[in-house]
């Protein structure tokens, strides 16, 4: 039988798309990536799924795991061979299990996290990782590039949030790891090598979440910054005066409110006046155990501080929740607008808080020095210490001239991410947009680990080759379609 109609035999005949139906599935969200496939297939179980994948991995047939396609790395998006099967998870999105009583809720790969919210909301229960992207991502695209988004300062990446999985392993046999347990010390942890493995070495097909009270009120400030080092101050202020009810601490730079305003001309900005034309803004929530009124009291006493101690210029407090919502509508669309004022080299950085200032002070100089005219469009999740700090083309620069440039930009900015402690990747993944830098920042041993967990978990290298780490040769010959 030929290969595609074995995949057919497996999930039905309408769930496997090729040629031109595959097409919309074969680039990746910033338009980057484009690939081939032999076919897009839709499985509906995990039994399809491990029947899926013997039969790749008894033909050599790459797959490349897919959720909601939202990743910014091009980890989802097969490469230009055409030889590889893209497994969309899509079909499998049930939610399997509410427990409450042991605040865990058990979703198939495919859900997407707004639906997962809103099921966990239903139980009257959070579930909280939170991103921009959370109306299309799903859950094993969240595990699988460990997400991180506005949450996390409270209550972890994904990693924290995920109890146990369910796997299909690259040799086709069902890892039934789907515990609730929040303590269990029976050996490796293999859990936490699926995730953020990017799809390299197996699929998962579900997972067992933590699930949280859901907070009384939840209330957002703007607040309008001198410089990136008050900022910072803001940050630790904060943290000390609100502990854990501080729930996110985004930073926004003026470039960022700038794009906003020319993309979005309808959206109502937090400030207008002096306050407006400041380089800095944080967008700071507090989750309250109490009452929406107990919350404003708490913010008025942190903030009414930070500007007393001049470390902050101007706030905003929400009055209500519309409020608090839009505020944060204008943080999620940032990528948006982003996307609209054309490519730009991204940078998804981490750094200890501590020296952010000084990396964004010297950086932004060497920048403007090496490469004159380009622009910073710097914003992210500063109470993790992740920068998305975004180099665009400024005057007199042409994109297809920065796009050029990309690599001794690059050099520019991971130099300095490296020598400051940092991390090139901090919550998107390596993927194959920086798989080739990986080996100059990734400590030496921990790359050999890597590649012999690799070697071990998918002995055929047919799991997403060449995402993360170089593909190992998997297979002499493509099978017939
Ligand atoms: C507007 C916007 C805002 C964003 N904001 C954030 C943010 O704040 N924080 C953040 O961390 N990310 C953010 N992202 C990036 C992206 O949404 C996340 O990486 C998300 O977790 C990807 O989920 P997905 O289902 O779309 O995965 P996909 O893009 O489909 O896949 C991502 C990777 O996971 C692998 N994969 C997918 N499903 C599986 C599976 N079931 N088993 C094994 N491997 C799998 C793929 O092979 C690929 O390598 C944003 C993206 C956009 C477009």
């Known amino acids: 039988m030929a290969f595609l109609d074995r995949l057919r035999a497996i999930v039905g005949a309408p769930q496997v798309l090729a040629g031109a139906d595959a097409a919309p599935w074969l680039a990746d969200w910033r338009g980057r ?17 491990a029947a899926l994948v013997r039969a790749c991995a008894a033909e050599h047939v790459p797959i490349v795991p897919q959720g909601g396609n939202t990743g910014l790395n091009g980890g989802a998006t097969p490469d230009q061979t055409g030889r590889a099967v893209v497994l969309s998870l899509l079909r499998m999105n049930a939610i399997r299990d509410i427990d409450t009583g042991n605040d865990t809720l058990v979703a198939e790969a495919g859900c997407v996290l707004q639906a997962v919210q809103q099921a966990a909301r239903g139980a009257g229960r959070l579930f909280p990782l939170s991103l ?23 209550y972890g990446n994904m990693r924290e949030l995920c109890l146990g999985l369910e796997v299909v392993t690259a040799t086709g046999e ?40 859901l907070p009384a009120a939840r209330v957002t400030a703007f607040v309008a910054l001198a410089s990136i080092d008050d900022a910072v101050s803001l940050l630790n202020r904060a943290r000390s005066g609100l502990g854990a009810a501080l729930t996110g601490f985004e930073l926004v730079s003026g470039a960022c409110m700038a794009a906003l305003a020319r993309v979005f001309p309808g959206q109502r900005l937090p400030f207008d006046g002096p306050s407006a034309a400041l380089p800095w803004f944080a967008l700071l929530e507090l989750s309250d155990s109490e009452s929406e009124a107990h919350a404003r009291q708490r913010f008025e006493a ?43 080299i991204k940078h998804d950085i981490a750094l200890p808080v501590s020296r952010i200032g000084a990396f964004v002070r010297d950086t932004g100089d060497a920048l403007s020095a090496g490469f004159p005219g380009v622009r910073l469009v ?98 002499p010959a493509a099978p017939s379609a």
């Open 33 to 49: 990536y484009e690939g081939r496939a032999l076919a897009l297939v839709r499985p509906g179980s995990t039994a399809e799924v």
């Open 132 to 154: 921009g992207s959370e109306g299309s991502c799903t859950i094993g695209g969240n595990l699988a590039t460990n997400a991180g988004g506005t949450q996390v300062l409270r």
């Open 174 to 213: 069902v890892w039934q790891g789907l515990r609730g347990l929040r303590k269990d010390n029976t050996g490796y942890a293999l859990r936490d090598l699926f995730i953020g493995s990017e799809g390299s070495l197996g699929v998962i097909t579900a997972a067992s979440l933590k699930l949280f009270p």
């Open 302 to 344: 942190v903030l009414g501080g930070a500007l007393e101690a001049g470390l902050a210029s101007d706030a905003v407090i929400a009055d209500s929740l519309a409020r608090s919502q839009q505020l944060w509508e204008l943080r999620e669309r940032i990528p948006l607008a982003e996307k609209a004022l054309g490519k730009s």
């Open 378 to 475: 710097v914003f992210g999740h500063l109470g993790d210490g992740n920068l998305h700090y975004n180099v665009a083309a400024g005057e007199g620069w042409s994109e297809a001239a920065l796009l050029d440039r990309e690599a001794d930009i690059n050099a520019l900015v991971y130099e300095r991410v490296h020598a400051a402690g940092g991390s090139i990747s901090a919550e998107h993944g390596i993927g194959r947009l920086k798989r080739d830098l990986l080996p100059a920042y990734q400590d030496p041993v921990a790359l050999a680990l890597m590649r012999q967990l690799k070697a071990a978990l998918d002995p055929a290298g047919i799991m997403n080759p060449g995402v993360l780490l170089q593909a190992q040769a998997c297979a």
